[in-house]
């Protein structure tokens, strides 16, 4: 497969289409042939339309994203503004040394979930990740601690699910 990809540039196209371009690939061929694509597109210009069930693979190498069902668009945006939008809120886990402390907080109780020595706390506006860390590791010592953004699955799932509903 990886041949037939490379081979597909040869010409200089302006324009190429993919249909799951790394499909039933190990881990190391499909990050060559998604690191190429975006060697390719950068270095050429080359506009790439390629289908894919991997949205993490397609968030890497695309500027723009089309989500279609049953023939229909059901969404057309550019992937960066679709992650900045939707990474207004955070999940910070936190670790402990102790099986369950006992932390107050100013947050509703449905954005936490507390697990033998972790704190998991959901839904945390971007703008107040600082003061729920202050406040948390002033109660007790942090042994670790996280903070995740949503990934590209996670946002198109996010909407559909909106969709759906």
Not at 54 to 62: A, G, Q
Not at 125 to 134: C, F, P, Y
């Amino acid at each position: 497969m990886q041949c037939e990809i490379m081979a597909a540039f040869l010409h200089d196209p302006k324009l190429v289409f993919l249909d799951e371009p790394t499909i039933g690939l190990d881990i190391f061929n499909k990050d060559i042939i998604t690191n190429f694509l975006k060697k390719m597109k950068s270095n050429t210009g080359c506009t790439l339309i390629f289908t894919s069930h991997d949205l993490e693979e397609m968030s890497k190498i695309c500027d723009s994203a089309i989500v279609l069902s049953e023939g229909k668009i059901l969404m057309k945006e550019r992937i960066e503004a679709l992650l900045a939008l939707s990474n207004q809120r955070k999940r910070i886990i936190f670790s402990f040394e102790v099986e369950r402390p006992n932390i107050m907080l100013d947050i509703p109780t449905d954005k936490i979930k507390m697990e033998p020595y972790k704190m998991i706390c959901e839904g945390i506006d971007k703008h107040e990740v600082g003061a729920l860390i202050s406040k948390v590791a002033s109660q007790y010592y942090v042994s670790d601690m996280r903070i995740e953004e949503s990934n590209f699955t996670d946002i198109i799932k996010s909407h559909l699910r909106g969709i759906n509903e």
